[in-house]
């Protein structure tokens, strides 16, 4: 993720080592290093220019602390921003609880949702899944075939057409500890699935409400988020893909508008591929702190 | 005459535009900097302002990077039967989708298809594509899961020989460009099939990476025709400007939505009408 970041980064930083005023030019390198390589991580242009004029002005106005030299200032001024950007730690807790699973189509929710069950089940808990994907075809077998490998149950009717009945039964009659549901793909301009999304996380009274986003996923990320985030308010974002070449910027504008954190990372099509994610040593290592 | 620094401002707020509508970084600069040098020292008819001189430079060279198009219908009665038409992409752009959408639509047209179910990985692919297919009214030929794919299209382009089919649509699993073993998978079903059109999906919400993937794929199997999809999320055609670039191949058709029937032709001037706004 954003893994052309540090090396973007050194160059200009290199020009800062040794000073200890700070040099207008090589802050203003700096700051369109960094630009242009958030831009072509997928970052949100408004976000990235935000960004960047805050860096430069908080570089060029605050004074480094006695004894801290211009590069360590500037560095340090540039994690704080990223720290934003990137959100905080989202705890995983081993309690009982009810995962929620959204996302547009085809960003990874179901195979997500497999791998969530699979990472529960191996910390002792009780797992099980609901398909509440009435829509695409072949859902229920998608869902169940995953869930049959891992020897997790799966609730689901393929011949029933309403989402929220299924959840409901699906919960009357699931008394396992860690309940995911997989939801439909849908998108912010489609109002009749926000509305069911909505409805959905009332009848489940989700612990979270985990956003699903493709690492590839450009401009479009933080206004989709918004739209999910207004309507049922994601306290998680898991980016899939990422053993692909993305970069995953679009989903980090993501996580600075919700306001949440990523909570794993996808690194592939089968069930073991998840990472938890941890934001404050992923920046440093990306910075070389 | 025109000067650089007359051009730089109106560039910098059209460079923003066409990085807002997700047309790849590279892409932007390399199309900005060519219109940068076609138009400085140029000269100025009376009346014209530099905005709309900029302007109209940029709507050519989009257009130019998108071209014309492709009409399959006149492409499928132009060529020997069955015409074998293959989907290719990385995960879930929408393939398998998207065959439904381009059966029912050439059924529309009048002519016979056969699907194959060439994703034999994905849980569930199968299944997915049995569905359409029951829906369409379509021959699905299919092995079972974990089987060799190419056997598969193998099979369903037998089958459209053996019933005067007119064409085949194949489906494949969705892959990593990164992946070698996969694409090499890609690449035997390409020597065996010999598909007439090779497909690439993509989707028009995908941001820098479009580029990359497709410059991939058309190196390792080839790309005949592109498939943007999911253009309903995001109307922008950004990414239909990122990935002609990359491959120089025309868009076949845009997708729309998940219906059957949410599949177009392909419109360059209304993407490059809606890039540039009202220009
Ligand atoms: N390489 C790779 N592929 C992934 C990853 N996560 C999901 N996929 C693939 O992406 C495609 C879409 O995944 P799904 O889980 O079906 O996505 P979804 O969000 O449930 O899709 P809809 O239900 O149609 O909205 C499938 O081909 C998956 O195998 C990942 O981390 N890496
Ligand atoms: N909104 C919208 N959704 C689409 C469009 N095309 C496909 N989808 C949805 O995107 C999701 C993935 O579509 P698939 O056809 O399964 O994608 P795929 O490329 O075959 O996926 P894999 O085989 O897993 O790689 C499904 O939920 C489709 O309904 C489109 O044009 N608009
Ligand atoms: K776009
Ligand atoms: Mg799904
Ligand atoms: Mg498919």
Same mark, same amino acid.
């Given at each position: 993720m954003l893994d052309n970041l540090g090396s973007n980064l050194k160059d200009a930083l290199r020009k800062l080592a040794g000073k200890t005023v700070i040099d207008r030019a090589a802050v203003e390198d700096l700051v369109k290093d960094l630009q242009r390589a958030l831009l072509q991580a997928d970052v949100n242009v408004k976000q990235v220019m935000q960004l960047s004029q805050t860096i430069k002005k908080r570089a060029l106005d605050e004074q480094p602390p006695k004894g801290v030299t211009a590069r360590e200032h500037v560095l340090r001024i540039v994690y704080d921003e990223l720290v934003l950007l990137v959100g905080k730690t989202v705890e995983i807790t081993l309690g009982k609880q009810i995962i929620l699973m959204a996302g547009l189509q085809g960003s990874g929710k179901t195979t997500t949702t497999a791998k969530l069950a699979r990472f529960f089940k191996r910390k002792g808990m009780r797992v099980a899944v609901i398909c509440a994907d009435t829509f695409r075809p072949g859902a229920y077998t998608q869902i169940k075939t995953l869930c049959d490998r891992i020897q997790v149950p799966c609730y689901g009717n393929p011949a029933e057409q309403d989402a929220r009945k299924i959840v409901r039964d699906g919960l009357a009659s699931l008394k396992d500890e860690v309940i995911i549901v997989d939801t439909q793909g849908r998108h912010a301009l489609e109002d009749d699935l926000i509305t069911e999304i909505i409805d959905l996380? +009332?009848?489940t009274r989700a612990t979270h409400r985990w956003l699903v986003l493709d690492a590839a996923l450009g401009q479009q990320a933080r206004e989709q988020a918004r739209r999910f985030h207004d309507a049922v308010n994601i306290d998680g974002v898991i980016i899939?893909?990422?053993d692909g070449t993305a970069k995953g910027g679009g989903a980090l504008s993501a996580? $600075?508008?919700? @306001?949440?954190g990523i909570v794993f990372i996808g690194q592939g099509e089968t069930i073991e591929d998840l990472e938890w994610f941890d934001p404050s040593s992923y920046i440093s290592r990306l910075l070389g702190m | 005459i025109i000067s650089e620094k007359d051009i730089h401002d109106i560039l910098d707020e059209l460079e923003m535009g066409l990085l807002e509508s997700d047309v790849a970084f590279s892409v932007t600069e390399e199309i900005l900097s060519h219109i940068k040098s076609d138009l400085s020292g140029s000269k100025r008819k009376i009346g014209t302002s530099v905005d709309s001189i900029v302007r109209s430079a940029l709507a050519d060279a989009l257009l130019g990077v998108l @071209?014309?198009?492709v009409d399959i219908v006149s492409y499928i009665k132009e060529h020997d039967r069955p015409v074998k038409i293959l989907f290719t992409g990385v995960n879930g752009t929408g393939k398998t989708t998207s065959i439904a959408k381009v059966a029912k639509f050439l059924q529309n047209n009048g002519f016979s298809v056969v699907l194959g179910a060439g994703d034999t990985f994905r849980a569930g692919a199968i299944e997915q594509i049995d569905v359409h297919g029951q829906r369409l009214g379509i021959k699905v030929i299919q092995h079972q899961? @974990?089987?060799d794919p190419t056997a598969v299209l193998f099979d369903t382009v037998e089958y459209a020989r053996a019933h005067q089919i007119d064409v085949v649509l194949g489906d494949t699993a969705g892959r990593f460009h990164n992946r070698a073993n996969l694409m090499n998978q890609l690449a035997k079903i390409r020597r065996v099939i010999k598909p007439d059109? &090779?497909?690439?999906v993509d989707e028009a919400v995908a941001g820098n990476d479009a580029v990359i993937r $497709?410059? +991939?794929?058309?190196?390792?199997? @080839? &790309?005949d025709a592109v498939m943007l999809t999911k253009v309903d999320m995001d109307p922008k055609g950004g990414a239909a400007i990122s990935i002609a670039h990359a491959v120089g191949k025309p868009l076949l058709f845009i997708g729309t939505g998940q219906a059957y029937e949410d599949v177009m032709a392909f419109n360059p001037s209304a993407v490059v009408a809606d890039l540039l706004g009202d220009a």
């Open positions: 996380n +009332e009848i899939t893909k990422m996580v $600075a508008e919700t @306001g949440s | @071209g014309e198009g899961e @974990g089987s059109l &090779i497909v690439y $497709a410059e +991939e794929f058309s190196k390792s199997v @080839g &790309i």
